[in-house]
């Protein structure tokens, strides 16, 4: 009997989180996986919708479906990208996995652990935007921070112009 496999893959909807996901699907994804897209986006001050019933925790699973559509986003505050949903919906029937997202609120190096161990993830996916050195001394790397403190696999895929 096969394990079921959770792959996450951290997608700010940068081009380098866009080009870990496109890696992600063709190396990582096989039939049957589900895929976990997790989002991070900066704490606020919420005064409606989903956001501040679920800022704590993070959002229940978002299936494809729901994600694909502009409103159910907006209602999480996040921004419709067409390419990402093109690049999953693509891989979902290719693949046969079944694709969700979970959107969190806070400091994304923190809750990209978080999320590997209560969602939790087989191995997580992060882009890496190419931080020279004394930038990434002062801002801190978010993959840096998962490689060294995430409790599953991480695997770091480098972004090329």
Not at 98 to 109: A, C, I, N, S
């Amino acid at each position: 009997m096969a394990t079921e496999r959770r792959i996450g893959v951290a997608i700010d909807f940068s081009s380098s989180s866009k080009s870990a996901l496109k890696w992600a699907m063709e190396n990582v994804i096989r039939k049957e996986d589900h895929l976990i897209l997790i989002t991070i986006q900066p704490e606020g001050n919420y005064e409606k919708g989903e956001m501040q019933l679920w800022e704590g925790i993070g959002s229940p699973f978002v299936p494809l479906i729901e994600f694909s559509d502009p409103a159910t986003m907006k209602k999480y505050g996040v921004k419709h990208d067409p390419e990402v949903v093109d690049i999953v919906s693509n891989g979902a029937k290719q693949k046969e996995v079944e694709v969700l997202m979970k959107v969190y609120w806070g400091d994304p190096r923190e809750k990209l652990c978080e999320a590997i161990d209560s969602i939790p993830l087989s191995c997580i996916i992060v882009g890496n935007r190419g931080l020279g050195k004394l930038k990434r001394a002062i801002m801190g790397s978010v993959s840096n921070y998962v490689v060294n403190n995430g409790s599953c696999a991480v695997t770091v895929v480098k972004h090329h112009e």
